[in-house]
């Protein structure tokens, strides 16, 4: 594998996720419509490590539309004293979601709250009985990331070598 490609694995849950959990008192979940702002912000702070470029790459307009469309859904993680530490983005298209973004800031990794974050949103996501929620990861992921995934009821359907530039 070159620099020019990279392992991008298909995962889908199809079935109730695994149990959120215990909540965890240094911080609060909710499905928000964040501004452009503080998204592109929430964003770069997540996924710079990782080289997330996507919505960067996105014309403003067309990103705020699908931000504020219903097709979106967002859920922040805060800690209680309202920073954000982490997204969990959700794009509908029935009968199928995907999820599009999902990552915690560097300060908040190794806390249990990136799985805390996931199965929350997930458990709100799955009552609207979706035929599957579906993500793709790829090598340049957090070295938890997959671990994460699983843990929370995704399996593994397909894995591809892709063009790195189409990610």
């Known amino acids: 594998m070159s620099d020019a490609t990279v392992r991008v694995s298909y995962l889908e849950l199809t079935q109730s996720p695994a149990p ?3 909540c965890l008192r240094e911080a609060h979940i ?34 705020i539309r699908l931000l504020e469309s219903e097709r979106s859904a967002t859920y922040v993680l805060r800690d209680n004293g309202g920073q954000a530490l982490g997204l969990c983005e959700f794009e509908r ?10 990552g915690l800031i560097p300060a908040a990794h190794g806390k249990g709250l990136g799985s805390w974050l996931l199965r929350t949103a997930l458990h709100s996501e799955w009552k609207l009985q979706p035929a599957r929620i579906w993500l793709h990861t790829d090598n340049w992921d957090h070295p938890a990331a997959m671990h994460v995934y699983e843990s929370a009821g995704f399996r593994i ?7 790195a530039g189409d990610l």
């Open 30 to 63: 909710c499905r928000e419509r964040l501004s452009i702002t503080e998204y592109l912000d929430l964003y770069r702070r997540i996924g710079e490590p990782f080289r997330w470029d996507q919505r960067l790459r996105m014309p403003r307009a067309d990103l």
């Open 93 to 102: 298209c029935s009968p199928h979601i995907e999820l599009k973004n999902f």
């Open 157 to 163: 359907y397909s894995v591809r070598e892709e063009p």
């Open 20 to 22: 959120i959990g215990a």
